[in-house]
């Protein structure tokens, strides 16, 4: 240990140091050195673009990027920040830049009223940024964190806006990807519509450098693992979440998720229609969003007669 490492000790058990000072001097010791060997988010206060963005708080971080919530011409934004690992080939790190961009900006042309829109993008200090609006509201991963298993029929409506939203993306030319489609990136507002506040193209960037997955491995498909991710791979996701909310329980990584299994008041056939989407293989699953919604009126209207009948 350094010396002054030893004195911190000394110090602190023969209390001549105060909690205060101590973490401020552990923090400045090994501040320098943090820095230099791995990748640190932001402090708060911190500013970007000559100060037209200022991060407010971070939201959430892990692997090679984080999530902020900052503040932009008195406006309430969200900044997800990427970095490349600096261990990597240029022409690694151009591929992932060159896949980013391009994401970025068909996501920037985006305009639906269920996406949170993406409002620019930016590179700043070798980070890479996308700005999008923020939505207040809690996450369906909060709500059911806060109160378990949801009603049937409001996982019906979910799924069938979450559905018109695959469509519209899955519509756009070229075809749109989420990627990340989970109950941490899907935002509830008061009036039980439903708001999409994240995309994976971030994730994906970095993975493509990597060779890692980020994000929860959970709700995604075996081929988008394989890094061959497809429509089919969102529509996997969508089901891996809709089996989270009827059981308030993470799918099984790689399996078909059978709710009904867990939770039996689950209808029969919203629980086949969710393993449908969750099969192992791609070529098992509906073809498209846009057959997947129609399954789904089905699921809701015998859904409705089965309520109507209790």
């Not at 984080?66 to 900044?79: E, F, P, R, T």
């Not at 099984?252 to 449908?276: F, I, W």
């Amino acid at each position: 240990f350094s010396s002054d490492f030893v004195k911190m000790q000394k110090a602190i058990i023969l209390e001549r140091l105060d909690a205060q000072s101590f973490t401020q001097l552990w923090s400045e010791s090994l501040s320098p050195k943090y820095l230099a060997t791995t990748y640190v988010p932001l402090p708060t206060n911190h500013e970007l673009q000559s100060g037209r963005y200022k991060i407010l708080m971070e939201l959430g971080a892990g692997g090679m990027s984080a999530v902020y919530l900052a503040k932009s011409d008195g406006m309430k934004v969200v900044l997800k920040e990427s970095v490349l690992p600096h261990d990597i080939s240029e022409l690694q790190q151009e591929k992932a830049r060159q896949l980013f961009a391009r994401e970025a900006n068909l996501l920037l042309k985006l305009k639906h009223p269920q996406i949170a829109m993406v409002l620019d993008r930016f590179v700043e200090e070798e980070r890479d940024y996308l700005v999008l609006e923020y939505i207040p509201g809690l996450t369906l991963a909060q709500l059911v964190k806060a109160k378990g298993k949801q009603k049937e029929k409001d996982v019906l409506s979910w799924g069938r806006q979450l559905l018109e939203i695959l469509v519209y993306l899955h519509g756009q030319d070229p075809p749109l990807l989420h990627r990340d489609l989970t109950p941490d990136n899907i935002v509830l507002k008061e009036n039980n519509s439903i708001v999409l506040i994240d995309f994976g193209a971030a994730n994906e960037f970095v993975g493509q450098a990597t060779g890692t997955m980020i994000g929860k491995q959970c709700y995604v498909a075996p081929e988008q693992l394989r890094g061959k991710a497809s429509q089919l791979s969102d529509l996997y996701a969508l089901g891996a979440t809709l089996r989270y909310l009827l059981t308030a329980e993470d799918p099984e990584p790689l399996a078909t998720s059978h709710p009904k299994a867990k939770s039996p008041d689950v209808s029969q056939g919203l629980s086949d229609l969710v393993a449908a989407l969750t099969a192992f293989e791609a070529a098992e699953r509906p073809g498209t969003a846009a057959e997947v919604l129609q399954e789904l009126e089905h699921v809701v209207v015998a859904s409705s007669g089965r309520r109507a009948k209790s």
